[in-house]
């Protein structure tokens, strides 16, 4: 009995995983994007927003070799002409990009990023030149919804730039089918001490710590760099969560409210999860006179308007700001070095409906059939607008302001907080929805610079490459971002569709958008990509003869 109730429990928690699980999508294609990268990348008279919150500086010459930073000199003084004499000699071959004006910023990290989805009809080419136009040159895919190979074909193709991408993280999803997947390290992972092959467990369901521990060695021995998690009994998630730190490789966790009664953030940082998604799991660690929320008695998880209306009055039954139990939990998590990717704007929509599904951007950049999913369904996920209305965006509002306040007080206290968009689901699009991301980080009171700082160095500490990327230092690869309008005065000019502005001869205009998105020393022009992305909304609409309609609208 004992086993069935655990099989049970993994089926439920599955519902989750297989909701966002994808099939496999179309491949990226060979690159035909960027020029480079050059013997030297020269980019000179630049104003530089680092990840580490040093406040900016220039102007500056930075010189790029190959993709990486080898130099980093002051080009003159503000406010005068560029002293050419200063600057550094230009060779045959070397490419200059004159960036005088200009602000260079170290290329975003993607905590959340799910590549795509049937369902969406999302391919690999269109999500990543959406990310890449918006300056995500990192991202961690969680789940790897288009299944471990697939994911790592496409990542191993990214590192070569073979293929117009970012830099991608395999997380697979806990209990995920690793059937046919070779092995990818000849490592101790897959043996022991002696040499003898260990036990492999390829698929779920996990019933057992030792069929956990044999799935996380298989796991790490095919070539994934962590694992997702939802839940599980507290023996299943503690063996997983113990072996997949001793293997070194990362891990995230939905606590998904199947399994979070048993089993709380607090429960998975102990045993050695390194980051959490979203919040579940973290109020449910603040209760102080419950142990489950409350529930209304004709609640049903499956119907996603009950699963979220009910967690958008999740935080007020949690312990209160400033008090004992809220001081405990947040303490404990920073001497863990626990990190939080709170993904703010997937769920921004619940607190307004309307702002979410009227943005800008559909129009130009969403496909018809993501429209199409995004409509209200009892069977695309994330498309709980049932009969959303005035009560529950009020309750969410009220959430989000705790939920923030948790959020702004762990960073002053020093934990790390990173950013991540989940974007696909909830009226929230690739790129765009990222952006979106580091606007609500603002908005829970973060200064410009720590935004800039949670979307860079705390995402490539996350991932444990700050040694590589996430500032922009010499020995560092260059990942970059360039755009001509100063984003911490106004972060709005980091969406592709820019900012407005008044001019003072009273003309609007759009100004920003990322200029150039530097991969690896690769340039990409970003305003290029979004247009290959535009055409590719276009040839859908055109073939399909569709126009965006508003939900209940298609036939009026």
Not at 243 to 263: F, I, M, P, T, Y
Request: net charge neutral; glycine share 10%.
């Amino acid at each position: 009995m004992r086993i069935l109730n655990r099989i049970f429990l993994f089926l439920l928690a599955s519902i989750i995983f297989t909701s966002e699980t994808f099939g496999q999508v179309a491949k990226a294609p060979d690159r035909k994007s960027g020029e480079g990268p050059f013997n030297r990348l020269i980019i000179r008279g630049v104003t530089i927003i680092n990840g580490n919150v040093a406040p900016p500086i220039g102007p500056m010459d930075v010189i790029v070799e190959g993709n990486k930073i080898t130099s980093i000199k002051r080009a003159g003084y503000l406010n005068l002409p560029l002293d050419p004499d200063r600057g550094p000699e230009i060779r045959e071959g070397d490419r200059v990009i004159e960036a005088e004006g200009m602000y260079l910023l170290p290329g975003f990290v993607d905590m959340h990023g799910h590549i795509g989805g049937t369902a969406q009809g999302a391919d690999a080419e269109y999500v990543f030149k959406l990310w890449l136009a918006h300056g995500i040159t990192t991202v961690r895919d969680p789940s790897a919804g288009n299944g471990l190979a697939w994911v790592l074909d496409q990542k191993d193709k990214s590192a070569r730039n073979e293929i117009t991408a970012p830099r991608i993280f395999a997380y697979t999803s806990f209990g995920q089918d690793l059937t046919d997947i070779p092995l990818k390290y000849a490592s101790s992972n897959t043996k022991d001490k002696k040499g003898i092959a260990l036990p492999e467990k390829l698929a779920g369901p996990i019933t057992n710590a030792e069929e956990a521990r044999a799935w996380v060695r298989a796991n790490a021995a095919r070539g994934a760099d962590g694992i997702k998690f939802f839940g599980a009994s507290p023996e299943v998630m503690d063996a997983a969560l113990r072996e997949n730190r001793k293997l070194g490789l990362g891990s995230a966790c939905h606590h998904s409210q199947l399994n979070v009664g048993w089993w709380n953030v607090l429960n998975s940082a102990r045993a050695g999860l390194t980051s959490m998604e979203h919040w579940y799991g973290l109020p449910e660690a603040l209760f102080e006179d419950k142990t489950v929320q409350n529930y209304p008695p004709d609640y049903n998880y499956n119907n996603e308007q009950d699963r979220f209306g009910q967690a958008g009055r999740l935080w007020k039954q949690a312990a209160k700001p400033g008090s004992e139990k809220w001081n405990q939990v947040m303490d404990e998590l920073l001497a863990l070095d626990f990190t939080i990717d709170p993904t703010f704007n997937i769920y921004e929509a619940s607190r307004d409906l309307m702002r979410a599904r009227r943005a800008e951007w559909h129009e130009t950049y969403t496909l018809p059939s993501l429209w199409e999913f995004y409509q209200p369904s009892m069977k695309s996920h994330g498309s709980y607008w049932h009969f959303w209305g005035t009560e529950e965006e009020v309750a969410w509002k009220e959430n989000y302001k705790i939920w923030m306040k948790f959020i702004n007080e762990y960073k002053n206290k020093g934990g790390r907080v990173t950013t991540g968009s989940d974007s696909g689901f909830i009226f929230q699009l690739y790129g765009f929805a990222y952006i979106r991301e580091l606007e609500l980080l603002r908005e829970a009171g973060f200064h410009p610079l720590e935004v800039i700082r949670s979307a860079t160095l705390y995402g490539a500490q996350a991932l444990g490459v700050d040694d590589k990327i996430g500032t922009i230092e010499i020995g560092k690869l260059a990942d970059m971002i360039i755009i001509e309008v100063n984003p911490l005065e106004n972060l709005k000019v980091l969406y592709g569709t820019g900012a407005i502005k008044l001019t003072k001869d009273n003309k609007v205009v759009r100004v920003g958008g990322v200029k150039f998105t530097i991969k690896d020393g690769i340039v990409y022009d970003a305003k290029r990509l979004l247009e290959d992305v535009k055409a590719m909304v276009d040839k859908k609409k055109n073939e399909l003869n569709y126009v965006i309609y508003q939900p209940g609208m298609k036939d009026k």
